[in-house]
């Protein structure tokens, strides 16, 4: 006989896993059951796939201010249930690190002048802006060997943060013991139907009912939200991010400026939370017709997700005659032409950072990179920024592109909350908010929808 769930979640990532770890530590949910096809933290929450910061939005030049208060309220929730891991899995899980904006030449020094300016700084007492001669303190490979005329700016904080968001899913999961939770591993959904009251999963390997399902499964969540006719008005791109190593010669984060309204963050170069004697340089950006790195078989899928129509493709159009993006689409194509590629890359971008760095200094990151399942509004023609939320009736949908991940508890906290009003159970509030909330102004910003 099958087995009816309380709350069912689809994806054992870092969002699907701190889930868990809500539904079980603050709410009377009785049983709960997650099904995951591959490893739990494996796919793009892995610390292969992704550029591991937390962004908290004090460096992240394309971030409105409501945005900046929402991803730093939200990732901050990381930073104190990292207060409760010890030892070496503390250690390798989360890690202070120094970070920096960098603004190369004119246009870019202009840039950060302006938007760091003594109002951001009252918001974020800790960033310092610096010229030259301090950047050549803090990160003294991005100062030497650069053209003495070529200007430099940085925005910088000695406070940043290196996750391992694969670790920390398992984290989560290690942290949800109770009875009635039920984990299950290389099990993937194929198929969910409604019925009277809840849903009936399907998987490869057996069928389950949950009278609250979550679907954190990446692009495929906005499949399955289509396959119940929820999501019109929503189109994906599937934008993967590649990334190069050398030897190590930053000592923390340096990321470039991003202009605009571009989604995700500028090349960045960063230090590896799991491989010390490296530095990395990425994401690239490459739209790719697929939902999973190197996952062919999900083509299919994907179009399915996007959806092929008038306002899709009138969206696309949109989208693809801002400025910035067409930059970055234009000048990743020519990044993505074997060895050449590499030569341009070099030039364009790491060397911005890293002026010394020769072509054999740089080598392909093969078994890293991810894809960003970046959401499209159809009705604003519009790429969204972030994680995006789509609830249905006992059902919710989350598609995470950057800074997804240092979301993560958000959405968790989001999702805990809709399934425990939806089924009539308790969310308890007040445990959560010795563990996790100084104020209600707090909450109420780790409770509204992403988007
Ligand atoms: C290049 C790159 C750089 C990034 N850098 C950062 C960064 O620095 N900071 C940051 O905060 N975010 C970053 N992100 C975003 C971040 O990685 C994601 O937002 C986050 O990992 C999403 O977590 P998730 O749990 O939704 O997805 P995932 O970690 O992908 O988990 C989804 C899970 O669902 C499973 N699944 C899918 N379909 C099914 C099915 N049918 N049945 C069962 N299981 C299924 C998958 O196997 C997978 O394990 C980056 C992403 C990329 C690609």
């Given at each position: ?8 979640v689809?994806g054992?990532?870092?969002?699907g896993?701190?889930?868990l ?5 603050f709410?009377?949910?009785k049983s709960?059951?997650?099904l995951e096809k ?6 793009s929450?892995?610390?292969d796939?992704?550029s ?6 004090d ?5 409105s201010?409501?945005k900046i ?15 409760t ?5 503390k250690?390798?899980?989360i890690q202070?690190?120094?970070k ?15 938007r760091?300016?003594r109002?951001f700084?009252e918001?974020f ?11 050549g303190?803090?990160e ?10 070529e200007?430099i700016?940085?925005?910088y ?5 290196m996750v ?12 949800s013991?109770?009875d009635?939770?039920?984990v299950s ?5 194929v ?6 009251y809840?849903y009936v999963?399907?998987?490869n ?8 399902v979550?679907?954190?499964a ?17 189109s994906?791109?599937s934008?993967?991010?590649n990334?190069y190593y050398?030897?190590k010669?930053?000592?923390?984060k340096?990321?470039?400026v991003?202009?605009g309204s ?6 960045h170069?960063?230090?590896d939370?799991n491989r010390?004697?490296?530095t990395r340089?990425?994401?690239t950006?490459?739209v790719?017709?697929?939902l999973?790195?190197s996952?062919?078989?999900?083509a299919?899928k994907y179009l399915k997700?996007?959806?092929?129509d008038?306002e899709?493709?009138s969206s ?10 067409q930059r970055?689409l234009e ?10 590629g ?10 911005k ?7 054999g200094d740089l ?8 894809i960003?399942?970046?959401i499209?509004?159809?009705?604003k023609?519009?790429?969204v920024?972030?994680?995006v939320?789509l609830g ?12 997804g991940a ?13 399934a425990?009003?939806?089924?009539d159970?308790?969310?308890n ?6 563990m996790f909330?100084d ?13």
């Amino acid at each position: 006989m099958e087995t009816t769930y309380d709350v069912i979640v689809v994806g054992g990532g870092v969002i699907g896993s701190a889930l868990l770890y809500t539904l079980s530590n603050f709410t009377d949910v009785k049983s709960v059951l997650l099904l995951e096809k591959g490893w739990i933290g494996a796919g793009s929450s892995s610390s292969d796939s992704n550029s591991q910061t937390l962004h908290i939005g004090d460096i992240e030049t394309n971030y409105s201010t409501e945005k900046i208060i929402e991803t730093g309220t939200a990732a901050r929730l990381i930073l104190k249930y990292g207060k409760t891991l010890k030892g070496e899995e503390k250690e390798r899980t989360i890690q202070p690190v120094q970070k920096m904006v960098l603004g190369v030449g004119d246009e870019e020094v202009e840039l950060i002048e302006k938007r760091y300016d003594r109002r951001f700084i009252e918001l974020f007492p800790h960033i310092k802006t610096m010229g030259r001669a301090e950047i050549g303190k803090v990160e003294p490979m991005v100062v030497k060997g650069r053209a003495a005329d070529e200007k430099i700016i940085a925005a910088y904080s000695k406070d940043g943060h290196m996750v391992d968001f694969g670790r920390l899913a398992n984290s989560f999961i290690a942290n949800s013991s109770k009875d009635g939770i039920k984990v299950s591993i290389g099990e993937e959904v194929v198929s969910i139907k409604k019925r009277d009251y809840g849903y009936v999963v399907k998987t490869n390997k057996s069928e389950h009912c949950g009278r609250f399902v979550v679907f954190a499964a990446g692009g495929y969540s906005l499949y399955f939200a289509k396959s119940l006719g929820y999501g019109k008005d929503l189109s994906l791109l599937s934008v993967g991010g590649n990334f190069y190593y050398s030897r190590k010669v930053i000592r923390g984060k340096v990321y470039r400026v991003q202009k605009g309204s571009v989604p995700f963050a500028a090349v960045h170069a960063d230090v590896d939370i799991n491989r010390k004697n490296i530095t990395r340089y990425g994401p690239t950006v490459n739209v790719v017709p697929y939902l999973e790195k190197s996952d062919y078989e999900s083509a299919y899928k994907y179009l399915k997700a996007m959806g092929l129509d008038k306002e899709t493709a009138s969206s696309l159009i949109n989208i693809t005659e801002d400025k910035d993006i067409q930059r970055i689409l234009e000048s990743n194509l020519v990044y993505s032409v074997p060895e050449l590629g590499k030569y341009f890359f070099l030039k364009e971008e790491v060397n911005k950072i890293v002026p010394t760095l020769k072509y054999g200094d740089l080598e392909f990151f093969s078994q890293g990179g991810g894809i960003r399942p970046q959401i499209i509004d159809k009705r604003k023609r519009k790429l969204v920024l972030g994680v995006v939320d789509l609830g249905g009736e006992g059902i919710e949908f989350c598609m995470a592109p950057s800074p997804g991940a240092s979301a993560c508890l958000k959405e968790g906290l989001r999702y805990a909350l809709s399934a425990t009003k939806y089924l009539d159970l308790d969310f308890n509030k007040g445990r959560y908010y010795k563990m996790f909330c100084d104020n209600e102004r707090e909450y109420r910003i780790l409770t509204k929808p992403s988007y």
